[in-house]
């Protein structure tokens, strides 16, 4: 694929390779790696605007953020209230952030059961008030979402349209409808169709799990730039791969630093955990590492963690095995 600038609103990204917000990972620490490896824009873990309302010191540290996650940074929001997204787009919460981001892809059943979500994609009126609500806060606003709710009865080029109409300054499409969660081969005609109705960036987004399947999802749905998700967690250098950033440092010298960065913006407990989830995922498909993954989680220091690390990613390093 072709990488190069996208231009959000009045805003530049670096460039067209995004990265998705991903709950219980997306934090500050990987929003800086994926930065580093040539990332366009990271999204902020998924936050309720609902939650931000009440000042709720967990969802707050969900925003936790600094110069080093990017020249651009977005917010997602999650919310079905007009009124409370518009507090809280402007409120000094978010006042650090460039980009505003509503969720209306969610597929997961209590935050579809709740109005949210992908559930926001039934309810046209709603979302286009979603949007016009966040467009009074003066950033730019973008929009996530699915091409429908059912795989029989798709309808993303429409919701598209909709939300240019109401003033959202770039739109990602999941290839796949709520009811196909996250299996299945994505419908990318529907994110092509969706491309051809609209003058806003759209953005591809499901099933891109190498450099070639960028290069296919660029060609079959003509979108300006893709969304990588749950592979780059398992593969972060599938950005760097990409874009060309120069990135030189190894898995291992790559998770330590990720384990002091979180150390340093959060306590031991949730470094610890957010380390145990990466490293897990990098663990995938490295022969000869299974044996270490439920020390891994039983892991209470940071000293036994650094030793695994050293364990499970130096040693296929050494031999080849590693990224």
Same mark, same amino acid.
């Given at each position: 694929?072709?990488?190069?600038?996208?231009?959000?609103?009045?805003?530049?990204?670096?460039?067209?390779?995004?990265?998705?917000?991903?709950?219980?990972?997306?934090?500050?620490?990987?929003?800086?790696?994926?930065?580093?490896?040539?990332?366009?824009?990271?999204?902020?873990?998924?936050?309720?605007?609902?939650?931000?309302?009440?000042?709720?010191?967990?969802?707050?540290?969900?925003?936790?953020?600094?110069?080093?996650?990017?020249?651009?940074?977005?917010?997602?929001?999650?919310?079905?209230?007009?009124?409370?997204?518009?507090?809280?787009?402007?409120?000094?919460?978010?006042?650090?952030?460039?980009?505003?981001?509503?969720?209306?892809?969610?597929?997961?059943?209590?935050?579809?059961?709740?109005?949210?979500?992908?559930?926001?994609?039934?309810?046209?009126?709603?979302?286009?008030?979603?949007?016009?609500?966040?467009?009074?806060?003066?950033?730019?606003?973008?929009?996530?979402?699915? $091409? !429908?709710? @059912?795989?029989?009865?798709? /309808?993303?080029?429409?919701?598209?349209?909709?939300? =240019?109409? +109401?003033?959202?300054?770039?739109?990602?499409?999941?290839?796949?409808?709520?009811?196909?969660?996250?299996?299945?081969?994505?419908?990318?005609?529907?994110?092509?169709?969706?491309?051809?109705?609209?003058?806003?960036?759209?953005?591809?987004?499901?099933?891109?799990?190498?450099?070639?399947?960028?290069?296919?999802?660029?060609?079959?749905?003509?979108?300006?730039?893709?969304?990588?998700?749950?592979?780059?967690?398992?593969?972060?250098?599938?950005?760097?791969?990409? $874009? !060309?950033? @120069?990135?030189?440092?190894? /898995?291992?010298?790559?998770?330590?630093?990720?384990? =002091?960065? +979180?150390?340093?913006?959060?306590?031991?407990?949730?470094?610890?955990?957010?380390?145990?989830?990466?490293?897990?995922?990098?663990?995938?498909?490295?022969?000869?590492?299974?044996?270490?993954?439920?020390?891994?989680?039983?892991?209470?220091?940071?000293?036994?963690?650094?030793?695994?690390?050293?364990?499970?990613?130096?040693?296929?390093?050494?031999?080849?095995?590693?990224?």
């Amino acid at each position: 694929m072709e990488i190069k600038k996208l231009r959000v609103g009045s805003l530049l990204l670096p460039s067209n390779v995004l990265m998705a917000p991903l709950a219980g990972y997306t934090c500050l620490p990987f929003r800086v790696l994926v930065y580093q490896l040539g990332a366009g824009l990271s999204f902020t873990e998924m936050a309720s605007a609902n939650a931000l309302k009440y000042k709720d010191r967990a969802t707050e540290q969900l925003l936790l953020s600094n110069s080093r996650c990017g020249d651009v940074q977005a917010a997602q929001l999650l919310g079905g209230n007009p009124s409370i997204i518009e507090k809280v787009a402007g409120s000094k919460a978010l006042e650090k952030f460039d980009i505003i981001d509503l969720n209306m892809g969610c597929p997961v059943p209590n935050v579809f059961k709740s109005g949210e979500g992908c559930a926001l994609m039934l309810d046209l009126p709603r979302a286009a008030a979603l949007i016009r609500a966040a467009k009074k806060s003066g950033k730019a606003v973008s929009v996530k979402c699915r $091409t !429908g709710i @059912q795989e029989n009865h798709m /309808f993303a080029a429409e919701f598209a349209r909709m939300c =240019e109409d +109401a003033g959202a300054d770039i739109i990602t499409i999941h290839g796949r409808s709520r009811s196909m969660m996250y299996d299945g081969i994505p419908h990318y005609e529907e994110i092509a169709q969706a491309k051809a109705a609209v003058s806003i960036p759209v953005i591809a987004n499901g099933g891109i799990n190498s450099v070639a399947d960028a290069d296919r999802v660029m060609e079959l749905t003509g979108a300006d730039g893709i969304m990588l998700g749950r592979y780059a967690l398992e593969n972060p250098f599938i950005i760097r791969d990409l $874009t !060309g950033k @120069q990135y030189e440092k190894s /898995f291992y010298i790559t998770m330590i630093e990720q384990l =002091e960065l +979180a150390l340093k913006y959060y306590d031991e407990t949730f470094a610890l955990r957010y380390i145990q989830r990466i490293a897990s995922n990098g663990m995938k498909k490295r022969k000869g590492t299974k044996k270490y993954k439920e020390q891994l989680y039983r892991a209470g220091s940071t000293e036994e963690i650094k030793e695994l690390l050293g364990l499970i990613f130096l040693e296929k390093e050494a031999t080849g095995d590693g990224r």
